[in-house]
């Protein structure tokens, strides 16, 4: 099953929620990502039904959802696989079949060797998965995850992403999670929100999101680095803090634009110039290198592909961006950058 978000308003600590629609498509993986108290958590509650809802509707089947929280709260005095089967047994399984179900999932979780241990002699990443393992013997068609790798290393949160990807594609669950980690969300996703002080800012799949962000906040919170207010009169675009001009057809006005740093290559005899930009910094990459521009008042960021890097600090060079891979924000919120 899907689920549906309709003119929902919820006050938590400093913010008010409010989501005018969203609408999560049956055997979607979707993630909430933002920053801290953004309202990432108090939605997902909402979701489960832990919070009740003040204004609004959410149409879900709260009979069918599963729920795993960033901490495991497993009980110390049950084994693993009592933790496991505690659920069924709440609903009167008997203990023979309980037990059959849990250790299929302990199996599929990799942790059948764990059974007849307490939570107190396994590792977080191992009690994590006994969570995981207590919400799916349930058989949900919906699981609702808060954060729940987030007190991991980096080596087990990566395992258990892509253990809990492969789960929901052979369950065929409708999934949302909740984090902070970019990365994090754009591994595991079809689709995403990006939340800020209680709103959705964005919601799309992952291209989407990263090659067209509706406005400068969610640019920003994807950290892209070439945000600039920009004027354009009589075709020509002038980036007011830098040496920057451009014929573009756009009508008269102020906006704020976007550079990916891919797109700014440097000018040659074919390419007219725009900009001068003297190499400040510079990062090596898995496929190339990031440079670290100045330019009057201003800083850029370029992406150059390649093994090789013939780049030397401090030189100034001539750059140049073709018009059309400007990018004007659908939503052009005029905030300060």
């Known amino acids: 099953m899907g689920i ?6 919820f ?15 049956k055997g979607k993986f979707h993630t909430l990502v933002g920053e801290s108290g953004c309202g990432k958590t108090t939605l997902l509650r909402l979701i489960a039904g832990l919070e009740e809802v003040e204004i609004g509707e959410i149409i879900v ?8 929280f960033q901490e495991p709260l497993l009980l110390p005095h049950l084994t693993v696989i009592e933790n496991v089967c505690f659920g069924l047994k709440m609903k009167k399984v008997n203990k ?17 060797d764990l059974e007849h241990r307490y939570p107190d002699e396994i590792s977080g990443g191992q009690g994590q998965r006994v969570a995981i393992a207590r919400a799916l013997v349930l058989e949900p068609k919906v699981l609702l995850m808060d954060e729940p790798f987030s007190a991991l290393d980096e080596n087990l949160r990566e395992n258990l992403r892509i253990l809990i990807r492969e789960i929901h594609d052979n369950r ?6 909740v984090t902070h980690d970019l990365n994090e969300a754009f591994f595991v996703s079809d689709t995403i929100s ?18 067209k962000p509706k406005n400068s906040k969610v640019a920003k919170f994807l950290g892209y680095k070439n945000l600039f207010k920009c004027e354009v009169k009589n075709k020509e675009m002038t980036i007011v ?14 906006y704020n634009v976007l550079f990916f740093p891919e797109d700014i290559i440097l000018a040659n005899e074919d390419k007219k110039m725009n900009l001068v930009g003297q190499i400040e910094n510079q990062r090596r990459l898995l496929y190339g290198y990031t440079l670290d521009l100045k330019s009057k008042n201003t800083k850029w960021q370029v992406f150059v592909s390649g093994e090789n890097n ?28």
């Open 194 to 211: 990006i939340m800020k002080s209680g709103n959705i800012l964005q919601t799309g799949n992952v291209e989407t999101i990263l090659k």
């Open 172 to 177: 065929k669950m409708t999934s949302i999670l």
């Open 310 to 337: 013939e780049y030397q600090l401090g030189k100034i060079e001539n750059w140049h961006c073709d018009a059309s891979k400007i990018y004007f924000f659908e939503e052009d919120n005029h905030e300060r950058l």
């Open 241 to 254: 803090d830098a040496e920057y001009k451009q014929n573009i057809d756009k009508k008269d006005g102020e």
């Open 11 to 25: 006050q938590y600590e400093k913010f008010k929620l409010k989501i005018e629609n969203l609408e999560i498509k």
């Open 61 to 68: 089947n709260r009979d069918e959802i599963g729920y795993i």
């Open 4 to 9: 549906e978000i309709k003119n929902l308003e």
């Open 96 to 112: 023979k079949k309980r037990i059959e179900i849990g250790r299929k999932y302990l199996k599929e979780l990799k942790i059948e």
